[in-house]
Each structure stands twice: as structure tokens, then as C-alpha cells.
């Protein structure tokens, strides 16, 4: 499997032992920066970059990484086409690929040991989407309103 990752300073000594990682298990890996540690760098330019080729890429996925994943995730939700889940636990690797079909996953360097961490991008890797109609269907609303947010309509609260 393609898989693109991403990181910004913080994620970077975890985005270079996921690389490792992943390429010895069979994967081909695509490092979209940073190239060099730079504590100055920002993570948007590399995780949108990230979701870019990602969705261009049908039937890859993504890795981003920060600090704390949250801002990671936040800019690659940005890209029409991404789902980018923050995975902060075995069970929020899987759920994000059986119920929400992420294809971008997003890590804290901060909140996880490096082994951690992998363990969680192994279980991602590893899990397909489950197809169940319900979940389908709700990644269908979401799609739908990213396609054209004026004329969606919601349900009344």
C-alpha cells in the first residue's frame, strides 16, 4: 500500500521511524516533509500536502504528525476528499477505518512513545472500512455538505 506521511518538527524523529517501519513491512512510503528538522516549521503546508496526494492517490492513505495531532488533523480535514482522524488509542485507529473510512490518520509525538504510536498506524494500516450501510451512510451526508455546503439540508435542532 502507498501510504503518504507528513509531520512538522515535533512529529519529525516519529515520522522518520514510521518510515523505517512502514517500508520494512512492504509499504511504499511517500515522505512529503519536512525533509530536514527545522524547529521553526509549521505543519500546514505538509499535512494539507499530505491530504493532496492522499486524494489524488484512490486506495492510499495518510499519515500527519505533530506535537499533538490536533492541529494536524484540523489542516488535513481541510482537503475535500480527506477524512483525517486523530488516533489517540488502539480503538480510535480501528474505529477510524471500520466506521469512518478515514484515510488520513493524525498522531501526537508528544502524547505517545514511538512504539505506541506505530502500534497505532500498524492497527490503521491494517483495518479495512466495514461497509456497513449506516456508516456509508453518514460519510455520505458529510461528503455531500463538503460538496456543496449552501444547498445541504440539515435537520432542524
Request: proline fraction near 6%; aromatic fraction near 8%; charge should be negative.
Amino acid at each position: 500500500m502507498r501510504v503518504y506521511i507528513g509531520s512538522d518538527h515535533a512529529g519529525f524523529e516519529l515520522k522518520s521511524f514510521l518510515i523505517e517501519r512502514m517500508s520494512a513491512a512492504g509499504h511504499q512510503v511517500v515522505d512529503v516533509g519536512p525533509p530536514v528538522y527545522d524547529a521553526q516549521d509549521d505543519y500546514p503546508p505538509f499535512c494539507l500536502e499530505t491530504g493532496r496526494k492522499v486524494v489524488a492517490d484512490p486506495g492510499s492513505l495518510g499519515v500527519v504528525i505533530g506535537g499533538s495531532g490536533n492541529g494536524e488533523q484540523i489542516a488535513a480535514n481541510k482537503v475535500a476528499g480527506v477524512r483525517a482522524a486523530l488516533a489517540w488509542s488502539q480503538n480510535t485507529a480501528t474505529l477510524s477505518r471500520q466506521h469512518n473510512d478515514a484515510n488520513v490518520i493524525s498522531l501526537g509525538a508528544r502524547e505517545h512513545d514511538l512504539e505506541t504510536a506505530a502500534g497505532f498506524v500498524d492497527t490503521f494500516l491494517a483495518t479495512p472500512f466495514s461497509h456497513d450501510p449506516r456508516h456509508q451512510r453518514r460519510i455520505d451526508l458529510v461528503a455531500a455538505y463538503e460538496a456543496d455546503p449552501v444547498d445541504q439540508v440539515l435537520p432542524a435542532t
